[in-house]
């Protein structure tokens, strides 16, 4: 096992003809742990600043939790969360793979975001075969009643 603290610092800014304008600067902290070679847990904090046409200004803080736990090469569970300080605003998903036959998978999604009053809460379930290093897949979502068709990360 091993732990790992991992700062970094970003400025973004853009603009277009259209004289908007907006530069974002970040530094993230993140603290991590590898337990053997089978599971990591992490932990982000990140302040930003915001200003010119941005559509939030000033300072942000938000908070991150990811895990990830793996066995052999059958299944892979990963849990990711957000929340905004600032905002209170939540994000959070949590997933299985069962990797059942050669380069099929099947995965279940659970996904909430919560942005002041709004919730949406999610569970879809998936279906992929991989062709060399891509992946094209059934996916149903139980909230909005859809069956899509998945080509590499690009979805119909």
């Not at 800014?13 to 089978?38: C, K, M, P, V």
Request: hydrophobic residues 35%; glycine residues 12%; negative net charge.
């Amino acid at each position: 096992s091993r732990t790992r603290i991992r700062p970094t610092f970003s400025n973004t800014f853009a603009w277009d003809t259209g004289e908007f304008s907006q530069n974002i600067a970040r530094a993230q902290l993140r603290l991590s742990h590898q337990f053997g070679s089978a599971a990591w847990l992490g932990l982000n904090y990140q302040l930003s600043y915001h200003n010119g046409d941005s559509t939030r200004k000033g300072a942000n803080s938000m908070v991150g939790l990811d895990f990830n736990l793996t066995h052999d090469c059958l299944w892979n569970l990963y849990v990711n969360g957000t929340w905004d300080v600032d905002e209170s605003d939540t994000y959070g998903y949590v997933g299985w793979d069962w990797f059942f036959k050669r380069a099929w998978r099947f995965g279940v999604v659970g996904t909430h975001y919560g942005y002041g009053d709004d919730d949406y809460n999610d569970l879809e379930l998936e279906l992929g075969r991989a062709i060399g290093t891509r992946e094209i897949g059934l996916r149903y979502s139980f909230e909005e009643d859809r069956l899509s068709l998945e080509f590499g990360s690009f979805g119909l």
